[in-house]
């Protein structure tokens, strides 16, 4: 049996699995067979965060489906919420914000499950998802061990955890537990394009369905909608440099952009070292870098997993030549 991934990543490219488990409870797990799970292999959530580089993937993917949304303890300034690792997590988040439970409203809109966003610490306007989470439930696949993890043991970092390192395509989180706040949220609109909105609107005193409104608005206008135009979000993590590189670079382009991390550590947004090489608005065998953000590559059509993965390198080839910088994949590729 041949099963088609086209429909499974938001890329939209088309691959083939002959070994593809779907699992809607812990309890599947038990049910698959020993070697299979002694083997290789790949979790997948709501697969937008992921590239599919070969045309027929030999190796076991476990779709991870886990529904439920739990409160499992309240009080009065906080609750616990247990949310199953295939819940929708732009659905949760609006769960939440319609029940005035703040905290992740600045994540709204970030396609995938809520499985997947512990993977990568998602993050986006201001807010990183490990500020509220309390633990991670799951398995390891090949013993069946459980475990939870609490927040400190999951090593989150920038876009990164030791579910994406050490523990990668081996622990499957089937549950994640979010500490939200029920009163006194701390309101995050210190960006640029959310301060405009809020203007706009006359708000002065934003609500938490207030951001979520305002950040699914400018997310609909920057990015384009994966089920029209395949991507995988941001391609490129944003990276890292120290001071003296820094400052090596800022001789030779003195308009670089820049946030500090710290007094010893710079962030550079990729898309404008991307743009720097030439990369701005370019196809090439239907695939491109899209026109409002460069740090997103697109399929422009039939595009062929390979096709996006080369393009992708290209990009990273001239970044280092340009300006001796390593782009890392946010993307997982498989
Ligand atoms: C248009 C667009 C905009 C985006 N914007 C943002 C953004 O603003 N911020 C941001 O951080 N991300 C963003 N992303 C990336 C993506 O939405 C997130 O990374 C999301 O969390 C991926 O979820 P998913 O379920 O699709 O994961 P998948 O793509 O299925 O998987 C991603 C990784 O997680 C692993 N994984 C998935 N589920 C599990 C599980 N249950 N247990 C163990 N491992 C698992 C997979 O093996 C893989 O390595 C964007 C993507 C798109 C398409």
Known sequence: MKYSLKELNSFGVESYSSKLFLINSINDFYTIDYNIRQQEKIILGGGTNILLKSKFISIPIFKIQIQGIEICHEKDDEVLISVGAGVNWDEFV??????????????????????????????????????????????????????????????????????????????????????????????????????SALKKRQISQPSIKDIAQIVKEIREKKLPDYNELGNAGSFFKNPVINNKKFERLCSRFDDIPYYEVNHNLIKIPAAWLIEMCGFKKTKFNNVGVHKNQSLVIINLGNARGIDIFSFSQRIKESVYKKFDILLVEEVTVI
């Open 94 to 195: 609006w769960w939440c914000v319609n029940k005035n439970f703040g905290g992740i409203e600045n994540l709204v809109s970030i396609p995938g499950n809520v499985g997947s966003a512990p993977i990568q610490n998602i993050g986006a306007y201001g807010k990183e998802v490990n500020d509220v989470i309390d633990s991670c439930e799951g398995i390891f696949i090949k013993n069946l061990e459980k475990k939870t993890f609490k927040n400190p043991d999951c090593n989150f970092g920038y876009r990164s955890s030791i579910f994406k390192k050490e523990l990668k395509n081996e622990f499957a989180i089937t549950k994640v537990n979010f500490i939200l706040k029920k009163n006194n949220h701390k309101i995050i609109s210190n960006y640029s394009s959310v301060l």
